[in-house]
Structure formats: structure tokens, C-alpha cells
């Protein structure tokens, strides 16, 4: 029999967990998708789109689909999904995994504002009174910046705005990740940008940014991750497989007893 297993994806990490976890033959591998994005790129095992209902809606899926493990591999801004998993999986009694990648740490020479939120970002960058600014946010998070009529904003998205606010003074660059450091450089240099607003995602795809601002003495208006629900952590698919391992050790000696009972 296998165990079924639910992986919350939409990052990198929840691919390549997908493709470790589709040698495992005693598994059956459910990816859990947004839907967010038309015509994702579907992982290895099976996916299936679209929110659950609330922690509600994803415990019944647990205890419906008999699901024995859970791998919170949701990007570390999709903060109401962690909460969901958290309280559903306790719900449910389903061990809980949150798999995320590690957060970037300011280095010597770097020049940071880390803030909890967008207002805070606003408020910073109004007191630093920068002129030409790289926001790199995501196309949502766009509207609490429009209002600063007096700064020039290079706005970086994957897809386009939809809607795109108004903004007085702005330039809108579509290109996705990842972006090596040569032209991070050359993008900041030929935009003449003073500062960058961007989210501490981590990883490597989209740190180059940082390096090339460190460069120059640019300032970077970092936002902190939001909080999440204290649950086993592990920084990388190799952590998440050694986890499951140890799941899977509990499972064989709940079925032996049983078998030789048998
Ligand atoms: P969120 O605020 O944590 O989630 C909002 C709602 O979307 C959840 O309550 C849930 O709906 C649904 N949802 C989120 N992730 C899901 C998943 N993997 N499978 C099924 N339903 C899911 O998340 P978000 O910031 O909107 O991000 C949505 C997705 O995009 C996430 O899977 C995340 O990994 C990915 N992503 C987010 C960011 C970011 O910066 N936020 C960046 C890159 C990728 P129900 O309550 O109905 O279950």
C-alpha cells in the first residue's frame, strides 16, 4: 500500500521535492497548486489546483484522502497557507513538514532599512528621499507605493499588473528570474537607481540584485518574511527527505505489530 503524501507547492523547492519524492515506489505524491498562474509547469506525481476553503476545506481533504504526511513547501510570503496547513494537519493529526529556504542575511557593506511591512516601507522611503527606485515586490503589491509622486520607480514583475496603479512616475520591466550579476549591475547602472524595495524571499535566483547594491553602496529597503506557526523546519530537500524518513520508520512499526498480530 503507499502513503499518500501532500506537497503545498508553487516555488522551486516544491518541484524538485516532487522529483526526489517520485523514486520513493511506496508513495503516492499529491502536488497542491494556487492557481495563480495559467498553464503552470506541472510538477512530477500527481497536482491538483485551486484553494481548499480555509483550514477547514484542506482538513476534510486530509482525512478524505487518507493524506499521511504534509510538506508546507508554499513561498515564505504565503504566510495564510502556512497557518492553514498548521492548524489543518493538527486538525487532522497529520505529521506537518514546512520546507523553506533560508532568508538573506545583511553582510559588511551592506545598506539595509528591514521593515515588517509596505507602510513602513513607504515611510522609509520617505524620510531617505531616494530619486530613482527598483521595486521589485510582485505585481501585487504595488498600490501602497503609488502615492510617492516624487520618486521615479523602475517596477520589476514576472506578468503584467492587473490592474497596474497609477503611478506618476514609473517605468514597468517584465523579465523573470533568474538574473545573473552582470546585468543586475548593468540594471541598476543604467537605470541610475539609488535604492531597491524588494521581499527577503531567499534563494539564489534573485540575490544577485544584492551583490550588485552592495557594490555600489545602493540602499535596499529589505521586508522582513512574515511570521509563521512553529512546525518542524528544514532548509533544504535533503533536510524534508531525511524527515520523511523518520515518518516512515514510524509507519513500518505501526504495520508490523499489526502484521504479526495478523
Ligand atoms: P497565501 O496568501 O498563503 O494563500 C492564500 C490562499 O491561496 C490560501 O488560503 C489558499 O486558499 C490558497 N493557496 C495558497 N497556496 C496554495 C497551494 N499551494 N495549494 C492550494 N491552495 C493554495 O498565498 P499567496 O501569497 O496568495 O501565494 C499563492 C501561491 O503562490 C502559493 O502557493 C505560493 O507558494 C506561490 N508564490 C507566492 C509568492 C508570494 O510572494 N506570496 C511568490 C511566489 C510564489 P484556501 O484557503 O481556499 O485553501
Redesign the pocket.
Known amino acids: 500500500m503507499k502513503e499518500r503524501i501532500l506537497i503545498?507547492?508553487?516555488?522551486t523547492e516544491?518541484y524538485v521535492l516532487a522529483e526526489a519524492l517520485a523514486a520513493h515506489d511506496d508513495l503516492r505524491v499529491t502536488n497542491?497548486?494556487?492557481?495563480?498562474?495559467t498553464d503552470p509547469r506541472l510538477p512530477a506525481g500527481e497536482t491538483?489546483?485551486?484553494?481548499?476553503?480555509?483550514?477547514e476545506?484542506?482538513t476534510d481533504y486530509l482525512r478524505e484522502q487518507r493524506i499521511r504526511a504534509v510538506f508546507d513547501?508554499?513561498?515564505?510570503?504565503?504566510?495564510?497557507?502556512?497557518?492553514?496547513a498548521y492548524q489543518a494537519c493538527h486538525a487532522a493529526h497529520v505529521p506537518l513538514l514546512r520546507l523553506e529556504r533560508p532568508a538573506w542575511i545583511p553582510e559588511a557593506g551592506d545598506r539595509w532599512d528591514q521593515v515588517e511591512g509596505w507602510d513602513e516601507a513607504v515611510n522609509t522611503l520617505i524620510q531617505n528621499r531616494p530619486q530613482r527606485v527598483l521595486l521589485a515586490v510582485?505585481r501585487?503589491?504595488l498600490v501602497p507605493f503609488a502615492g510617492l509622486d516624487d520618486i521615479w520607480f523602475l517596477i520589476r514583475a514576472v506578468t503584467p499588473p492587473d490592474p497596474m496603479p497609477e503611478f506618476p512616475l514609473a517605468e514597468l520591466l517584465l523579465s523573470r528570474g533568474p538574473f545573473d550579476l552582470d546585468s543586475e549591475r548593468k540594471l541598476l547602472d543604467d537605470h541610475d537607481i539609488d535604492t531597491i524595495v524588494c521581499?527577503n524571499?531567499g534563494g539564489v535566483a534573485t540575490s544577485a540584485k544584492l551583490i550588485a547594491a552592495r557594490e555600489r553602496g545602493i540602499r535596499v529597503i529589505m521586508r522582513q518574511r512574515p511570521q509563521r506557526p512553529e512546525t518542524p523546519l528544514a532548509t533544504s530537500v535533503e533536510g524534508a527527505l531525511n524527515w520523511l524518513e523518520t515518518r516512515k520508520e514510524k509507519w513500518r512499526c505501526e504495520r508490523e505489530p499489526a502484521q504479526a498480530a495478523g
Open positions: 503545498l507547492g508553487g516555488t516544491a497542491s497548486l494556487a492557481g495563480r498562474t491538483r489546483i485551486g484553494g481548499f476553503g480555509g483550514p476545506g484542506l513547501v508554499t513561498h515564505p510570503f504565503a504566510a495564510s497557507m502556512g497557518w492553514n510582485g501585487q503589491e521581499k524571499s
